[in-house]
């Protein structure tokens, strides 16, 4: 245990993802926009239709706007101010492009559409969400998946969450439940919340000792979703309001993850029903591990990254190059 929780340090460490990312910067920008033909030539080797899909679903865009509209230059984007992990992982795919392409960016934990194309990591899932087209940005700290080695019928019939308690509704659900005999729940944080929730921060590892795991929504997405449905326990949470490269507004309610009421009222009656059903949670976390295997082919993820920009350089007309144009008609 002690073992596999150094290694999940170690790969979780951003030391050297940015030194990574500092080396790739050393090299011409040249090399980059040069490989970008290859790159895209990949498609043929690709599924197409699921490509296509993937790209279409992050990148909405069917009209014409003019760059004017939009505020940077690829080429500015180091000066942006904002976390240094959303410029690293936009210029891992933007250095393909021409410096000179202009783009919108909105950086952080995004819950509005704006009024022209704006690349973000996360937007809300439902109304007309057109202009906020989506990369896969601050990955490092969301994609992040693990290998559960514990049975989930040897695991406790119990609810585990540890969580930042700041937000109103995260609030809500620790008042309904924290002393709930179903359920393990703890705050992590000392600025804000309630000190009478205060519990010590726990491994990830340490949450798989439980079959059900809480990932409720933060400031945007739960951090913790990618990672619960790669395990052999379940995520419990309301139906998504917002969504990310991990696609959280296709999930399928008790198929991906067990839905409980935006309310969170039916909790103990949700847990209960699969405590007593352990063929449908383990049917459930199958779904999850499945869904989670899309993600897992790195050259398809670069592919996707790739595209979604082509497409947002070819609507914002700065470019006649769109390789799934015709997909589209």
């Known amino acids: 245990m002690v073992f596999q929780e150094l290694i999940h340090k170690i790969r979780r460490n951003k030391i050297f993802y940015y030194a990574g990312h ?13 490989a970008l033909p290859g790159k895209i030539s990949t498609l043929n080797k690709c599924d197409r239709s699921y490509i296509t899909k993937r790209v279409n ?28 992990a959303y410029r690293v992982d936009t210029l891992e795919y933007s250095r393909y492009f021409n410096p000179n392409f202009k783009a919108s960016f909105l950086f952080g934990d995004v819950t509005t559409v704006a ?44 609810l585990i969450g540890r969580a930042h308690i700041s937000q109103p509704h995260r609030m809500r659900f620790m008042e309904m439940y924290f002393d709930h005999p179903l359920c393990d729940l703890g705050q992590v944080n000392t600025n804000a919340g309630n000190l009478q929730w205060l519990k010590p921060r726990i491994s990830m590892l340490d949450h798989l000792d439980y079959k059900f795991i809480l990932s409720l929504e933060g400031n945007d997405v739960a951090t913790n979703l990618k990672w619960i449905m ?14 990310t490269w991990f696609m959280e507004g296709t999930l399928i309610p008790d198929y991906h993850y067990i839905q409980i009421k935006d309310d969170y009222s ?11 059903r352990p063929e449908e949670a383990q049917a459930i976390i199958h779904h999850a591990n499945e869904y989670i295997r899309q993600f ?14 082509q497409k947002y350089f070819y609507y914002t007309s700065q470019t006649n190059q769109y390789s799934l144009a015709m997909q589209e008609n």
Not at 120 to 130: E, I, L, M
Not at 232 to 238: D, F, K, L, T
Request: hydrophobic share 35%.
């Open 57 to 84: 679903y992050y990148n909405k865009l069917s009209t014409f706007t003019q760059p004017k509209r939009l505020e940077h230059f690829l080429k500015d984007i180091p000066l942006i101010k904002t976390n240094s």
């Open 22 to 34: 500092y080396l790739r910067q050393a090299l011409p920008a040249s090399l980059f926009r040069n």
């Open 230 to 243: 790669s395990s052999n326990s379940i995520a419990v949470m309301p139906k998504p309001k917002y969504e």
């Open 115 to 158: 009024n022209v194309p704006s690349i973000q990591k996360s937007r809300p899932v439902n109304g007309d969400n057109t202009n906020a087209v989506i990369l896969k940005l601050d990955k490092k700290r969301h994609f992040f998946f693990l290998k559960d080695r514990k049975k989930y019928s040897d695991k406790k019939d119990m």
């Open 296 to 309: 897992m082919n790195s050259e398809r993820e670069d592919l996707i990254s790739l595209l979604v920009l």
């Open 266 to 276: 039916d909790l103990t009656e949700r847990l209960q029903y699969f405590i007593d």
